[in-house]
């Protein structure tokens, strides 16, 4: 293998791995405001992601991919709200463990590694394409 196309197959997976971690991401700024709907019962928990190394015996590199989905074990919010349905003796209401700044800021944070990613594969897309150019 050359090694554009090992440039290209570890950008690959780091697009891949990113892809993941948008769709969580999304799934957390989504459920952001999903309460539970019996009194005390939980609400939505946020959602974390974790990547690995693979090793690519065949290209001789090491690829990214998703390690896990898990959950985030920090402490519900609550708020005082006797008169919803989900408020426990007390009134209060648990809150999704979801900080949509913090999301946004992890969203950022994906899309610009999943460009950076693209870019790779544009660069050594364009260095086979004048190599062939130059061979002609």
Known sequence: M???SKAMSIAASGMLAQNMRLRVISENIA???????????DP???QTV????KLDRELGVN????NKVGRDKAAFPTVNDPSHPAADADGRVKM???NSLIELMDLRQAQRSYQANLRVIDVART????TI????
């Open 50 to 53: 974790s990547f690995r190394n």
């Open 44 to 46: 939505y928990r946020r």
């Open 31 to 41: 459920n952001a405001e999903s309460v539970g709907t019996a009194p005390g019962a």
């Open 96 to 98: 999704p463990n979801v």
């Open 127 to 130: 260095m086979v394409s004048r």
């Open 63 to 66: 690829l990214v991919e998703l």
């Open 2 to 4: 050359t090694e554009f």
């Open 133 to 136: 150019e130059l061979l002609r």
